[in-house]
């Protein structure tokens, strides 16, 4: 993006600023909002002309669709959110998140939602590559234990919030239950296929972390799911999380329950089980079995 000039039209001025186009039109008129105008008529704006609209009229903004816009940081953050530019969007993400600020994080990710990112695009094009990037450059030794997990924690509390604004549907398909194994250390991709299964209409049943040291048979018991999502990532006792497994896949064909995986982990562990139904390798294509 260096050198490139960053233009915004009226619509792509309004979704920032939180208003309707002929409010912007209207702005302009009356010298509130510098714009640049085309030989056709066309208005368009730097993000100069936003920014000093911001600074000098601050009463005359609104909550912004995507979300507020304080500063130039975050008409920044716009611009890109709306150009999905997922190469910079991870970077910045990654960036705060390194540092903690789960305000940021959360903005962002409201952000895109609320801009009509699809819920799989943004897992799939957008967090999972920063996971995955924080997790290389802690093998390389690049970044320390503690700023792996302060990464994957900020977004999994910003993940967490991003459920208050995604609308789950009154009439309900069914239930799903989600597990990982015992050895994981973080239950973010879960998370993540909590809240489609959520928004697909499924009331989900979420065991978090550690979840074979339950006595899983007694959540089959009493709530009788139709369906079991299993996430597995890290595998360093192949022999216990093979056991584990096995021991899921036994219990789910007892009680008629489909079992569905995914996750780095697969690739350890033996799956050919007649109650597994799908190994899904994205969030899009959970997304769209669904």
Not at 146 to 160: C, K, P, S
Request: charged share 25%.
């Amino acid at each position: 993006m260096a050198g490139e000039v960053k233009y915004f039209n009226s619509l792509d001025a309004a979704n920032i600023l939180g208003v309707n186009v002929s409010t912007i039109k209207r702005w302009t008129e009356e010298g509130k909002l510098e714009c640049i105008k085309t030989a056709g008529g066309h208005r368009k704006f730097l993000m100069q002309h936003l920014a000093d609209f911001l600074k000098n009229y601050k009463k005359d903004k609104s909550k912004v669709n995507l979300f507020p816009v304080e500063d130039d940081s975050d008409l920044e953050i716009s611009y890109h959110i709306l150009k999905r530019n997922c190469n910079h969007l991870i970077n910045y993400i990654h960036e705060q998140a390194l540092m903690g600020h789960r305000e940021q994080v959360q903005k962002a990710l409201n952000g895109m939602y609320l801009g009509q990112y699809p819920l799989y695009l943004i897992y799939d094009k957008i967090v999972t590559p920063i996971l995955w990037k924080i997790g290389d450059m802690w093998e390389s030794g690049e970044k320390t234990i503690i700023e792996e997990h302060f990464v994957t924690q900020t977004i999994r509390d910003a993940i967490v919030r991003l459920q208050g604004i995604i609308p789950v549907p009154g009439e309900k398909r069914g239930k799903a239950f989600c597990l990982i194994m015992s050895q994981e250390l973080h239950d973010i991709a879960l998370k993540m296929v909590d809240q489609i299964l959520e928004l697909k209409g499924f009331v989900v049943l979420n065991s978090g972390q550690m979840s074979p040291s339950l006595n899983i048979e007694k959540i089959y018991e009493k709530y009788h799911p139709d369906r079991v999502y299993i996430s597995s990532t890290i595998v360093n006792d192949v022999n216990l999380v093979q056991a584990e497994f096995d021991k899921i896949c036994y219990i789910s064909e007892k009680y008629n329950s489909d079992v569905y995986i995914g996750g780095r982990g697969f690739e350890s562990i033996q799956f050919q089980h007649s109650v597994v139904k799908h190994r899904f390798f994205s969030f899009e294509e959970l997304y769209e079995s669904l």
